[in-house]
């Protein structure tokens, strides 16, 4: 392989990290989650089935390994693969650059949201219900916003695979 050739998918090295680095985060999640004592706790602020701890386990716990771990690193083996299938070059590597640096800090503050309003409103639930409330109200908007985020990535990536097969088919 030429040294062009390498550097040619260099910029894939950040969705590979990304990918990995989000799957030893969930890892250590589900680990932590099992322990009988924080598997207590969570069961006492409703995980899985609603309150705080559905925050918690199941939905912070998925999001890091599913879009984090798995849905990175199928854009990565997207951008990798597409050009070698098809002969023809990725529509866009900046749009690939945006692709990842939206997904990855979508999903990292989506997860961090998730995991801060779970300890918080759990922690409430156990001694202060009333307080819940009032601490809900943020939830909405700081999800939607990361959530948000999250899906200006997925947009961008579908954006830039579907330009590549128009250009592929537009050039045969």
Do not use: C
Request: hydrophobic letters at 50%; charged letters at 10%.
């Amino acid at each position: 392989m030429s040294n062009s050739t390498a550097n040619e998918h260099l910029y894939l090295v950040k969705f590979l990290i990304m990918s990995v680095v989000s799957f030893f985060i969930g890892t250590v999640h589900g680990l932590l989650q099992v322990i009988p004592s924080v598997r207590a706790w969570l069961d006492s602020i409703g995980s899985p089935y609603g309150g705080p701890g559905h925050m918690i386990d199941p939905l912070a716990h998925a999001h890091i390994n599913l879009v984090g771990g798995v849905t990175i690193l199928g854009m990565a083996v997207t951008y990798y693969m597409l050009p070698k299938i098809t002969g023809k070059p990725i529509h866009s590597h900046k749009l690939a650059e945006h692709s990842f640096w939206w997904t990855s800090i979508g999903v990292s503050s989506f997860y961090i949201s998730l995991l801060i309003f779970g300890f918080i409103e759990g922690n409430l639930w156990l001694t202060d219900p009333a307080q819940v409330p009032a601490v809900h109200r943020f939830y909405g908007p700081v999800i939607s916003i990361a959530a948000s985020v999250l899906a200006v990535g997925f947009w961008v990536y579908l954006a830039n695979v579907m330009m590549t097969l128009k250009d592929i088919y537009k050039k045969s």
